[in-house]
């Protein structure tokens, strides 16, 4: 009868020894302990935007575009646009720099257990995990200033001469005398507009001869009246740039990377961008139900520690505006837990 007592009492002590033992660590501290070293789970998220940039840049006869030309509502101010062409939200394991701990014992959990939480995101095997460099930032082509060229087939100023008069006295009689002054005088941005809207109406009346001669029915396409029309197209869109101005547009991309801390149920993070100047977009995650739970650190456990993530919902603002919505597991947002058996 009291071995059989003996028997009840020392079974449960011997499964209980056989359990791993746990020391947890602190990634800035020396580890001191012997083992197998692993670490719980914490999810990073990568948010990747690419951008279109269109810059602007009024012509500098813009004004006059309606008097001498007919166009209306023609911009006169450089400005810039930006806008999101594509978003994309990804997310990857890393280990938690605060979730380090050395495994001592257990056969069985570390060569059956421990492999399978690891392939299901449970833990981290920093031995075997593999981590792949990333850019932070991408920048496509770097931004070129417009600038207008000088397309000009007459001089910008003109000849003056004024007529002076000297009057000295010759022979007790006052005579006045003519003196010409020579220079030059520059010609004023409105003079210069209008030459420039004259050239376009010549360019447009020699391409309509050249498309709708007078006599139709002997009207035949000579050869290289192609490549003279691509010419009179493309130096009047030139000239007419002047006065509508010209854009520019190219693309950049950037990367933003997120740890998510979940000090409450939600979690707000604001990206703010490093090539766009005053602009961002607004991260907010909620959480599920489960309440995050944290592990005992700075001293030995029973039991293999295990993260149990938390499916989260994300949604990406911009200028108040939703952009993306989503579900990501994420491993902090989730449990703790020890698996006992």
């Not at 010409?180 to 809207?197: G, N, S, V």
């Not at 979690?267 to 739970?293: A, F, K, Y």
């Amino acid at each position: 009868m009291k071995k059989q007592h003996f028997s009840f009492l020392i079974l449960p002590l011997l499964a209980w020894a056989c359990m791993p033992r746990v020391a947890f660590v602190s990634s800035q501290q020396e580890c001191r302990y012997k083992g197998n070293l692993y670490a719980l789970p914490q999810t990073v998220l990568f948010v990747s935007v690419e951008y279109s940039i269109k810059t602007f840049h009024a012509g500098p006869y813009g004004s006059y575009a309606k008097k001498y030309l007919g166009l209306d509502q023609v911009p006169l101010d450089d400005y810039t646009e930006c806008r999101i062409d594509n978003l994309t939200l990804s997310s990857r394991q890393e280990a938690d720099p605060d979730g380090y701990f050395v495994l001592r014992g257990g056969k069985r959990i570390l060569k059956k257990i421990v492999p399978e939480f690891c392939s299901r995101g449970l833990l981290i095997d920093p031995a075997q995990k593999d981590y792949l460099p990333l850019s932070v930032s991408v920048l496509s082509s770097p931004a070129k200033g417009l600038v207008f060229t000088d397309l000009s087939v007459k001089n910008f100023y003109r000849e003056k001469t004024d007529t002076l008069y000297k009057i000295f006295l010759q022979d007790s009689v006052f005579v006045r005398l003519p003196v010409y002054k020579h220079y030059l005088q520059t010609k004023t941005a409105e003079e210069k507009a209008r030459e420039t809207a004259d050239l376009i109406i010549r360019l447009r009346a020699q391409r309509l001869a050249l498309l709708a001669p007078e006599e139709v029915e002997d009207f035949t396409l000579q050869p290289g009246t192609e490549s003279i029309l691509k010419n009179i197209d493309e130096m009047e869109k030139k000239y007419l740039q002047l006065f509508t101005g010209s854009a520019h547009t190219e693309k950049i991309s950037e990367l933003f990377c997120v740890v998510p801390r979940f000090v409450s149920a939600t979690d707000t993070v604001v990206l703010h961008s490093r090539l766009i100047e005053n602009d961002s977009l607004l991260l907010v995650m909620n959480r599920g139900e489960n309440t995050p739970g944290c592990l005992p650190s700075g001293r030995s456990s029973r039991g293999l520690p295990c993260r149990f993530p938390s499916r989260t919902g994300i949604e990406i603002f911009y200028r108040g505006k939703l952009l993306s919505q989503s579900y990501v597991y994420i491993s902090q947002a989730g449990k703790d837990a020890f698996f006992l058996r």
